[in-house]
Every structure is written in C-alpha cells, then in structure tokens.
Nanobody
Framework: QVQLVESGGGLVQPGGSLRLSCAAS????????MGWSRQAQGKQRELVAG???????NYADSVKGRFTISRDNAKNTVYLLMNSLKPEDTAVYYC???????WGQGTQVTVSS
C-alpha cells in the first residue's frame, strides 16, 4: 500500500529555516505529482506547494520566494525547504500525492521566539 512519511518538523525562531522530507513507498514515485499542504489550528487546510513529475513547481502566494519544493526520484522523496519562516507559517504540514488521494500523517512546524 502507498505510504508517505514526513519528517523534519520542529520549533524554529522567526527568520529561521527548516527542511521537510517525505519518503514515499508503495507507488511509482517518479510519475506522480507531489505536494505539500498545511493546516493551522482553527484554519482550513491550505495547499502550499506542488511539483509535477517533470519538476514544474507552483506555490501559494503566501510562501512564494521563501519556500522551495523539490524531489529526488532515486530516493522516492519530496522535500520542502522553508526559509525566512514567520509565526504565521506555524501549522501541521502534510505531504500528499498530486491527486490528493494519499496523505502522510503530518509533521508539526512551530515558528516562535
């Protein structure tokens, strides 16, 4: 079965950086678009970034210029590099397939001084 396992979340100060990783198994990773979404407490889930099988990327306006999504097909892994983090980036971050039919368990990112 398809499994997506995120890692790399944690507590970081405003202006800091984190890199999230999502390891996929049970699927042909290289042909799948992948994405990251987040959900802050009391708010709706938001699509943050996506990457196609051809490595085309798209970003939410709120993270453009600060976040970078990438993929390593040899490792079946998708990454989200988050720079210049702000308190409003605090949320649970989820990795998912581009079709949003499979999701990871989520990893908490907290931006606070």
């Amino acid at each position: 079965q398809v499994q997506l396992v995120e890692s790399g979340g944690g507590l970081v100060q405003p202006g800091g950086s984190l890199r999230l990783s999502c390891a996929a198994s049970g699927m042909i990773f290289s042909i799948n678009a992948m994405g990251w979404s987040r959900q802050a407490q009391g708010k709706q889930r938001e699509l943050v970034a996506g990457i196609t099988s051809g490595r085309r990327t798209n970003y939410a306006d709120s993270v453009k210029g600060r976040f970078t999504i990438s993929r390593d097909n040899a490792k079946n892994t998708v990454y989200l590099l988050m720079n210049s983090l702000k308190p409003e980036d605090t949320a649970v971050y989820y990795c998912h397939t581009g079709a949003m039919d499979y999701w990871g368990q989520g990893t908490q990112v907290t931006v606070s001084s």
